[in-house]
């Protein structure tokens, strides 16, 4: 068995063990971006993406458009690696995301060509959604298909980049590659205070509440981009991260991003408090 097969098996290896393992074989081509499918998607997807070299030392890059996770991968440099060598893994670490960022650009069109085609062909929803009736939250500017919810993901100058499903039991799900970073979900006219939150239920309960305008940032590691956008778009505007208070969870993200939000886009945080005082 060659090297080279050799590096490609535990390139592999590491695809599979960062549970990203490929149905059929790769047959990468050195240098070239394939995507393929990941094992346990379903038929007919191509969420997997991966490009391998070769020289100077196997190294390589794999990921998933429907997760969003990527991870790079080489083999240990040769002892009295010569610089010319260094240089060249520098330029195709550089080449990798080159090809990463242009094949991402791809999928996300797709993807937004495809939340336009589904957007028009579904149906207002109604305040009957059995999500929705569990939430005690109403339908604010957002479609139903067939029995699940779509939620729009639109930037900050309102362009449509993605869905998000919402089936009866609650089960939350987006159109594969698309983008969801600074995009969100809004209700509500901005006059004078926009709050951001992290799902559609509470976004919809706290423009209920207040009757301010709210945007459903779709989680706590979407507030700082969202902040930021809205910032720029709003720059006299009074910001709000009402946060979801994860007590329970190690670090409470939804505390520790909300102010991480705050900080980079100049605004304030209201934290839900639980239990009886102290």
Known sequence: MTDHTNAMNEFVAAMVAAGLEPVDD????????????IKGDKAGSRNGWAVFYTHPVPAGAFGSWRTGESQTWRTRPPVGETAKARAERRRQLEEMRRLRIAEQASVQASARERAARIWRTARPATNVHRYLQAKGVHAFGIRQLRDMLVIPARDAAGVLH????IGVDGT???????RIEGCYCSMGRVV???????????????????????AACFSCGNLKAVAVALRLKFPLLRLVIAADNDAGTAGNPGVTHAFEAAAAAGALVAVPQFGGLN
């Open 192 to 214: 004078d205070c926009l709050y951001l939150c992290e799902g559609y239920a509470s976004a919809a309960t706290v423009h209920t509440a207040t009757g301010q305008a709210a």
């Open 172 to 178: 939350k799900r987006f159109l594969t590659g698309g």
């Open 26 to 37: 790769l047959a990468l081509i050195d240098g070239e971006l394939k995507r393929y499918r």
């Open 162 to 165: 993605t869905l998000q499903f």
